[in-house]
Nanobody
Framework: QVQLVESGGGSVRAGGSLRLSCAPS????????MGWFRQAPGKEREGVAS???????AYGDSAKGRFTISRDNAKSTLYLQMNNLQPEDTAMYYC???????????????????WGQGTQVTVSP
């Protein structure tokens, strides 16, 4: 079954911005550590950003100070604000969630057990 649903992807020119959203299928998928990952064709999946239940954040090198992760508990929605997008940001972006409390909350995919189907982000020069 679908556990998480991403939206907000699309095609933009270099320097543009996008905001990705992630909606869980149930409350059990919006309680603990959550994150964003991305994968381009022929490349391994890489961590982009994570946020724990207290709002503490971690970013992968790919974010480079341009991305911001946030969560709205009232709406049970996870966001990724992406500014100054570059062609190398082109990838499928995935939302992920842990279904239990974890010691760590960072951009390590083994921490997450629920995943979305992905939303495509394409950045043209």
């Amino acid at each position: 079954q679908v556990q998480l649903v991403e939206s907000g992807g699309g095609s933009v020119r270099a320097g543009g911005s996008l905001r990705l959203s992630c909606a869980p299928s149930g409350g059990i998928y919006f309680r603990y550590c959550m994150g964003w990952f991305r994968q381009a064709p022929g490349k391994e999946r890489e961590g982009v950003a994570s946020i724990d239940e207290d709002g503490r954040k971690a970013y992968g090198d790919s974010a480079k100070g341009r991305f911001t992760i946030s969560r709205d508990n009232a709406k049970s929605t996870l966001y990724l604000q992406m500014n100054n997008l570059q062609p190398e940001d082109t990838a499928m972006y995935y939302c992920a969630a842990s279904r239990q409390r974890t010691l760590l909350c960072t951009v390590v995919d083994s921490l997450f057990s629920a995943w979305g189907q992905g939303t495509q982000v394409t950045v043209s020069p």
